[in-house]
């Protein structure tokens, strides 16, 4: 069955400083992978999302993810935090039903 | 001119009611879906209708029976609610997945059970 794990609930970066979320995925095939992220008291909204091709994939907001087949991996990056950047994060797959990772937290120091 | 909208934002009842959400899209997508959000932030689907008929119906109290009028509404009945239903209840929908679609949320049902 395919699977998402995010193995951090919680981050806390400066603002200003770099940024990787970490996700894995487990399914039998290379599947549609996205990052979604939900502000307080919002519903999700796409950041980002890989079906193949070039492996780094560019998003809004300045995020970035790179695909590693090898590691099935898909971790989101970005190389300056903003203070609004503060949110919940979730990584998902997509084949015939969407499944989200526990979410990752972020907080962002001043 | 909202995409995907769902009423009441918040929902505040007794043990043993019965209550209903309501969800609406206007993206003209086939596929709709509820997600429950519990207190870990942990989202979980719950159903999922294209074109009306139901096609994912996870492991889900059958208090839970979600409706679809049509492609642009589904609706969530809860029958005789209980604590443990407290959580927050997102619709979602999309054109097929396989094709790699993306979800689109509404901004959620705060319900919550006294």
């Known amino acids: 069955a395919q699977s998402v794990t995010q193995p951090d609930i919680h981050i806390t970066v400066s603002e200003g400083a770099s940024l990787e979320l970490r996700c894995n995925y487990s399914y039998g095939a290379t599947p549609y992978l996205f990052w979604y992220v939900q502000s307080p008291g919002q519903g999700l909204q796409l950041l980002l999302k890989y079906f193949s091709g070039d492996t780094l994939v560019q998003g809004i907001k300045g995020f970035e993810a790179e695909f590693k087949r090898s590691q099935s991996s898909f971790n989101l990056r970005k190389p300056s935090v903003h203070w609004s950047d503060a949110a919940e994060y979730f990584c998902a797959v997509g084949m015939d039903d969407m499944r989200f990772g526990a979410g990752t937290r972020l907080t962002v120091k001043p | 001119d909202t995409a995907v909208s769902q009423t009441p934002k918040y929902l505040v009842t007794q043990m043993g009611n019965d209550k209903s959400i309501k969800c609406e899209q206007n993206l003209g997508h086939d596929t709709m879906y509820w997600y429950k959000q519990d207190s870990k932030k942990f989202l979980k689907i719950m159903f999922s209708y294209n074109n009306k008929e139901l096609i994912i119906n996870e492991t889900v109290p059958n208090r839970f029976s979600p409706k679809s009028p049509d492609k642009a509404h589904l609706n969530l009945h809860i029958n005789s609610l209980e604590l443990g239903d407290s959580a927050v209840y997102f619709c979602?929908?999309?054109?097929?997945?396989?094709?790699?679609?993306?979800?689109?949320f509404g901004n959620g049902t705060r319900l919550t059970v006294t």
């Open positions: 979602a929908s999309s054109h097929l997945l396989q094709s790699g679609a993306t979800l689109h």
